[in-house]
């Protein structure tokens, strides 16, 4: 037995690896400001020229070596390029990073689309979520439960790490697909 090896971890699963999305700085925040009239969503364009909100890659399951960074179309447009069931929406919301299946998972609608949102109770933010523009469901951003029905969002698992060459205070963004437990 390898003394390296423990008996109790199962070896990483295929597709469960880790991949840069960009720098923290690449994603500029979406949803509503203070000085904005409108929420700014994942087509539309942020405070730089030719900056997305957000960014969607399709993924294979089985290698994510092959990932391929996709275009969001501006406006209303919802032609998304390829299969939405191996895509991941990724976007920064109130100063954290979000990656989510970029499918709804009740009407398999685009939520590149979708409105990010603050989940309160009487004034206190309790978690955020999104809304699918579709049918207007709701959905936790940590946790992927929806407000109706027991469908569930999957949530990626996200890492900030110190990036290369970059500067001291910007991150590289790292996700990757939640390991299933069990």
């Known amino acids: 037995m390898n003394v390296f090896s423990n008996p109790f971890r199962a070896p990483s699963r295929t597709g469960a690896d880790w991949f840069p999305v960009g720098l923290a700085s690449s994603f500029p925040e979406v949803g509503s400001d203070e000085n904005e009239t409108e929420p700014r969503l994942c087509g539309n364009r942020g405070e730089e020229k030719g900056t997305p909100g957000c960014k969607v890659f399709h993924v294979p399951k089985t290698d994510t070596t092959q990932r391929t960074e996709l275009e969001i179309p501006a406006g209303d447009d919802v032609d998304i390029p390829g299969d939405l069931t191996d895509q991941v929406l990724v976007f920064q919301f109130r100063g954290k990073i979000h990656a989510i299946d970029h499918q709804c998972p009740h009407s398999s609608y685009p939520l590149s689309q979708g409105i ?4 309160e109770d009487f004034g206190v933010v309790l978690s955020a979520g999104l809304t699918c523009p579709k049918h207007n469901w ?11 029905g027991n469908y569930k969002l999957k949530v990626w698992e996200v890492q900030l790490r110190d990036a290369e060459g970059g500067t001291d205070n910007d991150k590289e963004v790292w996700v990757r697909r939640k390991p299933r437990i069990g």
Do not use: A, C, K, T
């Open 116 to 119: 990010p949102f603050d989940i």
């Open 138 to 148: 709701s959905f936790d951003l940590f946790s992927g439960r929806s407000d109706r």
